[in-house]
């Protein structure tokens, strides 16, 4: 039998090295490749290199560490937050000032008071909250909405989301009045904001939500007198989960955008108007693996193989049945004419990372590396049936391989307990 997934995917480390940090750092654990990552801003920063300005703001709820939010700051990205630990974790890593979005939502007022002490861009979610910030916070120099248009339709035809559905955002009436309420406040500076795609990889649905944006950002300007600052496009960029999926065309939508640019905002006096992002999957998923050991094979109505992994190391498969391709390491080029469910230990049935997957014949003791994990991975763990989440290492570009965050230990788990027994220290 032929090898019907042909893998274009790629791991970072050889078989050797990978070995050598798994007996320093056991698994599993997930990797991130640095080199990986400023490849993929730097992608992402040549599609708009003809703007006046670009500023990527990395949604740090992909991947919540300051050592990955750090090396994305030097190369000149700022953050998108959107709770208060992100907005630690954003000044942890060197990003504070307007590089910073609060683009949260439901937003508790101690949220909106740190952003402010940091100086961040505030992005509010609902026209009630300009007095909630002002009765709460303050009202600051800048402000931003994000705009929810409703349905919205490619050519008119085909539709490629539902925001009406959507618990975020303004709707167009409320987002003239909001802008209106701001400047009768005396607020100066302006900023526009919308998200409305995940995980696309159509270049057309970014062009299309840059025309909705830049025509609404016209009217507001010809209607209010208001000149943005900037325009912020929201995340959503997509990757390629599956070998036999396309990455996202970023020159197309680049190429798309700049023509609308020149076409809408130019002629509207708008032409210095910085373009934004808050792009978290397509910097840093493809840059990110989990590594896991095969505890168990299980051979029952289905072949089973059972990690030491498990959702609360990955939750993708589980809650959106997303694809994540997996490798056996040193099997790479092996055919795959076995069929297994690859599981975690959950006592949910749902804890499987692949379903029906053709892979390579596997023995215990064998490594898995589940690919593309890097954003919404670890960042989504959770502590269900007492699992504890792994840990996260860094390829820097040197080669040299860094623990990032530690594995969480049984006293991490009981350390929110006031229960009065010594019984739940485990002893070291
Ligand atoms: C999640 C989120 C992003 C990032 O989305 P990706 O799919 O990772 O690009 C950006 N902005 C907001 C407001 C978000 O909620």
């Keep these: 039998?032929?090898?019907?997934?042909?893998?274009?995917?790629?791991?970072?480390?050889?078989?050797?090295?990978?070995?050598?940090?798994?007996?320093?750092?056991?698994?599993?654990?997930?990797?991130?490749?640095?080199?990986?990552?400023?490849?993929?801003?730097?992608?992402?920063?040549e599609a708009f290199s003809w703007a006046p300005d670009f500023r990527e703001h990395f949604a740090v709820k992909a991947t919540p560490n300051p050592y990955i939010v750090e090396i994305l700051a030097r190369d000149g990205a700022g953050t998108d937050c959107s709770s208060i630990?992100?907005?630690?974790?954003?000044?942890?890593?060197?990003?504070?000032?307007?590089?910073?979005?609060?683009?949260?939502?439901?937003?508790?007022?101690?949220?909106?008071?740190?952003a402010l002490a940091l100086g961040a861009i505030i992005n509010l979610d609902d026209i009630t909250h300009i007095n909630y910030l002002e009765k709460n916070a303050r009202l600051?120099?800048?402000?931003?909405?994000?705009?929810?248009?409703?349905?919205?339709?490619?050519?008119?035809?085909?539709?490629?989301?539902?925001?009406?559905?959507a618990k975020y955002g303004l709707t167009r009436e409320q987002i003239f009045s909001a802008y209106k309420?701001?400047?009768?406040?005396?607020?100066?500076?302006?900023?526009?904001?919308?998200?409305?795609?995940?995980?696309?990889?159509?270049?057309?649905?970014?062009i299309y939500t840059a025309r909705i944006m830049f025509e609404l950002a016209a009217k507001i300007k010809d209607r209010l007198g208001i000149k943005f600052e900037f325009v912020n496009l929201g995340g959503g960029l997509g990757i390629p989960y599956s070998p036999d999926e396309l990455p996202v065309d970023?020159?197309?939508?680049?190429?798309g955008i700049k023509e609308l640019f020149y076409e809408?905002?130019?002629?509207?006096?708008?032409?210095?108007?910085?373009?934004?992002?808050?792009?978290?999957?397509?910097?840093?998923?493809?840059?990110?693996?989990?590594v896991s050991t095969v505890l168990h094979k299980k051979n029952t109505y289905k072949n089973y193989i059972g990690l030491d992994a498990c959702m609360?190391?990955?939750?993708?498969?589980?809650?959106?049945?997303?694809?994540?391709?997996?490798?056996?390491?040193?099997?790479?080029?092996?055919p795959c004419d076995e069929i297994y469910d690859v599981t975690g230990s959950l006592c949910e049935n749902n804890d499987k990372f692949a379903i029906d997957r053709h892979l390579p014949k596997i023995y215990v003791g064998d490594v898995l590396i589940?690919?593309?994990?890097?954003?919404?991975?670890?960042?989504?763990?959770?502590?269900?049936?007492?699992?504890?989440?792994?840990?996260?290492?860094?390829?820097?570009e040197n080669g040299n391989v860094e623990l990032i965050r530690r594995a969480e230990t049984l006293d991490d788990y009981f350390a929110t307990l006031n229960f009065p027994n010594a019984r739940l220290k485990p002893k070291k």
Excluded at 143 to 162: H, L, Q, V
Excluded at 370 to 396: Q, V
């Design 140 to 165: 600051p120099e800048i402000i931003s909405f994000r705009y929810n248009p409703a349905d919205i339709m490619n050519d008119g035809n085909d539709i490629i989301g539902r925001p009406a559905e």
């Design 85 to 114: 630990a992100e907005l630690f974790i954003s000044e942890a890593a060197g990003v504070v000032g307007e590089k910073i979005m609060l683009t949260s939502n439901d937003t508790p007022a101690e949220e909106f008071r740190k």
């Design 181 to 206: 309420i701001c400047l009768d406040k005396g607020i100066k500076r302006f900023g526009l904001h919308t998200m409305i795609a995940s995980n696309e990889r159509k270049a057309s649905t970014f």
């Design 1 to 45: 039998m032929t090898n019907i997934f042909q893998t274009p995917k790629k791991f970072p480390l050889t078989k050797a090295a990978l070995h050598e940090a798994i007996k320093k750092f056991p698994t599993p654990f997930h990797i991130y490749d640095e080199k990986n990552i400023r490849e993929n801003f730097r992608k992402l920063r």
């Design 370 to 396: 589940i690919h593309d994990t890097g954003a919404h991975g670890h960042a989504m763990g959770f502590n269900y049936n007492g699992k504890l989440r792994s840990a996260e290492l860094l390829i820097r």
């Design 264 to 290: 809408i905002l130019v002629p509207s006096g708008l032409g210095d108007v910085r373009l934004a992002m808050e792009s978290g999957r397509a910097m840093t998923g493809p840059a990110g693996w989990l």
């Design 250 to 255: 970023l020159k197309m939508i680049g190429d």
């Design 312 to 334: 609360s190391d990955l939750m993708r498969p589980a809650l959106y049945n997303a694809y994540h391709h997996i490798t056996v390491l040193g099997k790479e080029d092996a």
